[in-house]
Structures are given as C-alpha cells and as structure tokens.
Nanobody, 115 residues
Framework: QVQLVESGGGLVQPGGSLRLSCAASGSMFSIYTMGWYRQAPGKQRELVAVITSGGSTRYADSVKGRFTISRDNAKNTMLMQMNSLKPEDTAVYYC?????????WGQGTQVTVSS
C-alpha cells in the first residue's frame, strides 16, 4: 500500500513557474513507476509525465521542454518543475504510483494559470 500526498499547486501568472511535490508513504517507493496526471474541467484525466524506477522519463507533447519530472528514492519524493506555464496548463494535478496491476493516486493539487 502506498499513500500519496501532493503539494505545491497554486495560482500563477502566464509565463510563471511552480514546483509540485508528491510525498509517498509506505514501502518500496523505488520500485514504482511514478507519474503526474492532470484533469481540467470537463476533460478527461491525461498523462503529463512519468518517471520509471530506473529514472527514464516521458512527457506529453504539450509540456515537453517546459516541465521536468524527477524523483528522490531516498526521500520517497517525486517532483515536477513547471516553467513557462500557460493558461491551458490549468488543472488539478494528480500523483500516481504504478506497478504491475497496482495503481495508487493522490488527492490532487490545483494549478491555476491566469493573469
């Protein structure tokens, strides 16, 4: 069992930056593929970025070059640095831990990009 808690969301102007954190409790954090997903009002939840247990990363085309995902297995933490934010990045951002048939989700953190 893994419990995930996101933090770091908020209101930011277009072009600004935020850093999201996901703190995980439970055992064996390092074996999970970790990811950030987001869901905007009226839209389906979509993948933003993932990082494997080995550190390989993958990004949605819409955030490539602007967002950077990372993890610190010693601290059971995953981060995502978000730069050059756009209004279309506005959504609730969710942390996910995945391994085989197991999926765990956090409760989400709101990111609003608006002037």
């Amino acid at each position: 069992q893994v419990q995930l808690v996101e933090s770091g969301g908020g209101l930011v102007q277009p072009g600004g930056s935020l850093r999201l954190s996901c703190a995980a409790s439970g055992s064996m954090f390092s074996i999970y593929t970790m990811g950030w997903y987001r869901q905007a009002p009226g839209k389906q939840r979509e993948l933003v970025a993932v990082i494997t247990s080995g550190g390989s990363t993958r990004y949605a085309d819409s955030v490539k070059g602007r967002f950077t995902i990372s993890r610190d297995n010693a601290k059971n933490t995953m981060l995502m640095q978000m730069n050059s934010l756009k209004p279309e990045d506005t959504a609730v951002y969710y942390c996910n831990a995945h391994k085989l048939t197991y999926d765990y989700w956090g409760q989400g953190t709101q990111v609003t990009v608006s002037s």
